[in-house]
């Protein structure tokens, strides 16, 4: 018999903590339909505005004319195809790696590299305000996790030398951090990793396709060609697409083929999935105003927020964080958004720390300067009764 429920949603709703989703009736973009009603969205993955890009619905209608609708396996029995190796093939060329390995989703795909990589006899270094596919993935490894502050190095040298007796040592960090929009320091990181010859993972989810001058994410950003054993990645951010994918080394990715759960006891990503993100990987590197055009956005709305008094934490992408601190007042806020005819969602802890809950604004490459004006007049409207 289930226990009582009810009195846990209750307590949820208490705390202003209760969710529940909003139901989209349009294809993703800058502007969504919910309600029926049009409404400007500045809470989506879609950075690059990919999701609905018509060379990614041409290339996935080719696939599915070719390839059908799923491939109804796992990769390891029936379901492995053509267009799967294709994809990885591109994407570790996209990367810089030897290998690449796709996962139905990112999640799967933290949750499958970290206990293939290190168990009860090693040690986890993770940063303070990694992803909960992290956390998950350090959990079921079994092996010991130590927290170092968040982006703090030395804090994390200090606990590198003095947590030494494990047979493999592992550094995990967010590329790009997902709720606060900051950059994890990559080249400290790679020093630090190799002085203590530590394994260095990278989940770069939210970096791909944005950062660096090719879009490859935070390691060509920051100039960094070697020294990131394992990076993660996914289709569901600025590609527009879907899955989660492992790059590095040739033999990282065959014992993945060999060890991973997440990758053995799953069916493989749907072959319009892995065309469609083809489709993207393409733009990405032919065209860069794409990349231009978000930063354009990014610039424009933290210079004007910030001159609005509003905390942004220091965000250094377009992933900005208007930090407001209790759950009810920024849920609130978020509401009075929402009758204005903007969807931007609130924050609240588990995702952040207690206190910190906040808007998680994103933009796109085609948000326009319209749709840019109408996000800064509400956020003045709304900074202007901030009580």
């Not at 289930?2 to 139901?23: G, V, Y």
């Not at 890009?53 to 059908?68: E, Q, Y």
């Not at 879907?242 to 069916?267: E, K, Q």
Request: aromatic share 6%.
């Amino acid at each position: 018999m289930l226990p009582d429920l009810e009195q846990e949603l209750q307590d949820l709703r208490t705390h202003d903590l209760f969710r529940a989703p909003l139901e989209i009736e349009s294809a993703q973009g800058p502007r969504v339909v919910i309600d029926g009603k049009e409404r400007l969205l500045f809470c989506s993955n879609n950075y690059l505005g990919l999701a609905n890009h018509p060379a990614l619905k041409d290339l996935a209608r080719v696939a599915l004319d070719t390839f059908g609708c799923g491939t109804a396996a796992s990769r390891l029995i029936s379901g492995n195809m053509s267009i799967h190796k294709e994809l990885e093939t591109r994407l570790a060329r996209f990367l810089g790696t030897d290998s690449a390995l796709s996962f139905p989703t990112g999640y799967m795909a933290n949750l499958g590299v970290i206990p293939v990589l290190v168990g009860p006899k090693d040690i986890i270094f993770s940063d303070q305000l990694n992803h909960r596919s992290i956390i998950d993935g350090c959990r079921l490894s079994r092996a010991k996790t130590v927290v170092y502050r968040h982006c703090d190095t030395d804090h994390l040298a200090e606990l590198l030398s003095t947590e030494t007796d494990y047979r493999r040592k592992l550094i995990v960090t967010d590329g790009l951090f997902s709720m606060d929009g900051d950059l994890a320091p990559l080249p400290e990181l790679v020093t630090l990793s190799r002085d203590h010859n530590t394994i260095l993972m990278v989940d770069d989810a939210h970096g791909t396709g944005v950062l660096g001058p090719g879009g490859r994410g935070i390691h060509e950003h920051f100039g960094i060609t070697e020294g990131i054993d394992v990076l993660m990645t996914a289709g569901s951010k600025a590609l527009g697409t879907f899955g989660g994918f492992i790059a590095g080394s040739r033999a990282l990715t065959d014992l993945l083929i060999n060890r991973s759960p997440s990758f053995i006891y799953t069916t493989a990503l749907s072959p319009d999935t892995c065309s469609a993100t083809l489709a993207a990987l393409d733009l990405v590197e032919e065209d860069p105003s794409y990349r231009e055009r978000l930063l354009s956005n990014v610039n424009t709305v933290t210079r004007e927020l910030t001159s609005l008094g509003f905390d942004i934490m220091n965000s250094r992408s377009q992933i900005i964080p208007v930090l407001v601190g209790d759950a009810g007042r920024t849920m609130d806020i978020s509401r009075r958004l929402f009758d204005q005819g903007i969807f931007l969602s609130g924050i609240r802890p588990p995702t952040v720390p207690q206190g910190e809950s906040r808007l998680r604004l994103t933009l796109m490459s085609n948000h326009s300067e319209d749709d840019i004006s109408r996000l800064l007049e509400a956020m003045a409207g709304v900074r202007d009764n901030w009580v």
